[in-house]
Structure formats: structure tokens, C-alpha cells
């Protein structure tokens, strides 16, 4: 049972455009977290949201935190080359962090 | 100055053959995690120490065996490998347990293990 769902899986993009990924889930969760990862390196946190309803700003990154503690999603305004990578959603559920699938982003210029 | 380092990068190996993956990290925190990915980039929780004690066990084969000699380190030993253990491994470390909401993780650069 997958407990966060990402969507879209895979993401392909000009740049300057805008994109938004999704985070859902049927659990509520503590926190969520958004992490990038490039190729061969490990998953970089971006931000945490922790109350619903709460929306952080990241330069050109959004986050909103569903009222509900369920869902999440993360816009990119005017994506650049320098987005590309892959998104993870994660979610606090008792003493772990939950990882949704990811979704890969390709930012061409 | 690396905060999670991991050792060794790539690894291949026959099956059957027993191997391990170190981990060490230097922010001094009390929490430390072992995660796999699989080629389709879906991460997993293996295992969580906190201050040297196991926590989190999540239905892994005992074939892999955990050892955290003290809070820096974390180390994967794995028995009879097999096909489908290759993946990439990724070590991680937060200053408190999760579950109190806000806690940042960091990841290690992470070791492929290719199992032949």
C-alpha cells in the first residue's frame, strides 16, 4: 500500500514555464517534507510544513500543506534547467518518515 | 567536511557473497537510518538507531544486520546476497527521533550495490 501519491510521475518542461507536483494521502500526517535529489547524491530537504493550511515560499518555490494534513503540493514558477531532478514528498507517521514514489522533473532550455 | 558519508560508493558482488556498508556522520546527531531505493526511485526505511538502540525494523529480511558501534556510526552487514538486493543504500541522520514533527534529515551520498 503506497501511502503518498505523487503526481505527476514524470515531468518534462521548457524553460520559464510553471509546474505544480501533488503529495496525496488518505493518512494525516505530523509534517510533511519536500526533498530534491539529483543523480548520484542523496535527497536534499527543501522545506517542512507542519500546521494545515500553511504555505512557505522557497525563491520560486511554493509549498502548501493541506487544511487537512493530508496532502501537499509544490509549484515552481518559471522552472530552469537548475530545477531538474526528483521531487519526493515525505510524510511523519509515528517515529518514521514516509517517502512518496517521487516525481522527476526535466527542465529543458 | 561531509556530514553523512558512506563507504563505498559503488559496490558489485556475486550472489551469496556477504558484504557491508559503512556509515559515519559528524553533525553530532542522535538519530541515524538506513533507506533503500529501488530503480524506480522509490525510498524505503530500513532501519532507525537512536543513541545506539534499534527502533524502527521494517520487515527486513535478517539477513541484513544493522550495527551501530556509537552515534556516529551506522553500518549495514548483509548475508547471502541475492538478485533482487540491489538497489542503492542510503545512510541518514536528524538530531531527534522522527515524530515531533520538523525534523530535517540528512542523507549520505548513498552506495549502489549491484548484485550479479
Known amino acids: 500500500t503506497q501511502l503518498l501519491k505523487q503526481s505527476p510521475q514524470f515531468l518534462s518542461i521548457q524553460e520559464g514555464e510553471n509546474l505544480t507536483v501533488y503529495c496525496n494521502s488518505s493518512?494525516?500526517?505530523?509534517?510533511l517534507q519536500w526533498y530534491r535529489q539529483e543523480p548520484g547524491e542523496g535527497p536534499v530537504l527543501l522545506v517542512t510544513v507542519v500546521t494545515g493550511g500553511e504555505v512557505k515560499k522557497l525563491k520560486r518555490l511554493t509549498f502548501q500543506f493541506g487544511d487537512a494534513r493530508k496532502d501537499s503540493s509544490l509549484h515552481i514558477t518559471a522552472a530552469q534547467p537548475g530545477d531538474t531532478g526528483l521531487y519526493l514528498c515525505a510524510g511523519g507517521l509515528g517515529t518514521a518518515l514516509i517517502f512518496g514514489k517521487g516525481t522527476t522533473l526535466s527542465v529543458s532550455s | 567536511d561531509t556530514a553523512v558519508s558512506q563507504t563505498p560508493k559503488y559496490l558489485v558482488t556475486q550472489m551469496g557473497n556477504d558484504k557491508s556498508i559503512k556509515c559515519e556522520q559528524n553533525l553530532g546527531h542522535d538519530t541515524m537510518y538506513w533507506y533503500k531505493q529501488d530503480s524506480k526511485k522509490f525510498l524505503k526505511i530500513m532501519f532507525s538507531y537512536n543513541n545506539k538502540e534499534l527502533i524502527i525494523n521494517e520487515t527486513v529480511p535478517n539477513r541484513f544486520s544493522p550495527k551501530s558501534p556509537d552515534k556516529a556510526h551506522l553500518n549495514l552487514h548483509i548475508n547471502s546476497l541475492e538478485l533482487g538486493d540491489s538497489a542503492v543504500y542510503f545512510c541518514a541522520s536528524s538530531q531527534v527521533l522522527l515524530g515531533t514533527g520538523n525534523e530535517k534529515l540528512f542523507f549520505g551520498s548513498g552506495t549502489q550495490l549491484s548484485v550479479l
Open positions: 493518512s494525516v500526517f505530523s509534517s
